[in-house]
């Protein structure tokens, strides 16, 4: 079957840097080489050397593990590694070698910020309060303006805008050149924030250990609660079981106490009776009382009641996990 080329992301065509090598300099000078695995590093420079003018090439991940000597967990952990940082482009089958991420000065960074605000400058709380209180007071925004000393455009922008404090921009982490591993390292095991600690130390990391807990717990996802929703109608359904209140006195000793338990599943309405025994009298007796007290309900599911019980009333073992109707029990109280 033959297969069409086509370019994943045409607007970061690779080309030859100034010093003419297909592998940039950046890559070292900006400490990508510190952000991944070595694993990684081997992929990107097998796509670099197999992909055409236009950075494509197409492998199957068996042919690439077999090339690199990878595994397929360990395959994909490089692959994910280089999406990441934003290296490569995938849609299986195909590989686009991307061109690096053009720098961002810090002088355009604050021009996005200006752009994302409509070209007006970010204004302190007390700035704010003003403008309303001038709005209030039927102030025009160029009135404003001049008696505030800001642009029109600033003062037209906070008029309906509510008050956002200003977000301290970023700042670079030591843990930054170390975060591809972190992430390859927990693809591949379910380490603990100490176990990646000592794995970062012993890589050259000097900081303190709570940065890397911080950013284990914010990368790894969180396992979900495995639960499953029950749905009854009314009268369809009624939990029993039996449980343990210690001992009471009765004459000159003490009896162990215990207490029968009939939950309505609809409801929720319970019914409660204390007996000194578990015995099957007992447990019969207190199903009577129990219907009588709540009504009958279509059927009966025991959650946990003793084995010799089990075996008298149903021949086989539904603790927990099926039900009985009440006409199951006529004629055994």
Not at 34 to 46: G, K, P
Not at 282 to 300: K, N
Request: hydrophobic share 45%; glycine share 6%.
């Amino acid at each position: 079957m033959s297969m069409t080329k086509r370019v994943l992301n045409p607007a970061r065509l690779r080309q030859v840097p100034a010093h003419f090598s297909w592998l940039d300099h950046r890559l070292v000078r900006e400490r990508y080489l510190e952000r991944a695995e070595v694993n990684a590093w081997a992929l990107y420079l097998f796509l670099v050397c197999v992909a055409d003018a236009q950075g494509l090439s197409y492998y199957g991940d068996v042919s690439l593990g077999r090339q690199l000597g990878l595994s397929p967990e360990r395959l994909q952990q490089a692959r994910r590694a280089l999406l990441a940082l934003d290296l490569i482009a995938y849609e299986p089958p195909f590989y686009q070698v991307l061109s690096l991420p053009a720098p961002v000065a810090p002088g355009e960074r604050l021009g996005r910020l200006r752009a994302a605000l409509g070209g007006a400058a970010m204004i302190d709380y007390a700035t704010w309060c003003a403008i309303r209180d001038g709005a209030a007071q039927h102030l025009t925004p160029p009135q404003l303006a001049r008696q505030l000393g800001l642009d029109v455009k600033t003062v037209r922008l906070w008029l309906d805008r509510p008050y956002a404090r200003r977000r301290a921009p970023p700042r670079a982490s030591k843990l930054d050149p170390f975060k591809g591993r972190i992430v390859g390292w927990l693809d591949a095991q379910p380490l603990s924030a100490q176990q990646v600690y000592q794995r970062l130390c012993a890589a050259g990391y000097t900081e303190d250990v709570s940065i890397v807990k911080d950013y284990v717990r914010r990368i790894r996802p969180r396992p979900r609660e495995a639960f499953l929703t029950l749905a009854f109608a009314p009268g369809e359904l009624a939990q029993v079981d039996w449980g343990d209140a210690g001992t009471i006195a009765v004459g000159d000793s003490r009896r162990r106490l215990s207490f029968f338990v009939m939950v309505l599943a609809y409801s929720r309405q319970m019914y409660v009776e204390f007996t000194l025994a578990q015995t099957m009298e007992h447990f019969l007796a207190a199903h009577r009382h129990a219907f009588e007290a709540l009504g009958v309900p279509r059927r009966v599911m025991p959650d946990y009641v003793s084995r010799h019980i089990i075996g008298v009333l149903w021949p086989s073992p539904l603790c927990g996990l099926a039900a009985v109707t009440p006409g199951d029990l006529s004629g055994l109280a």
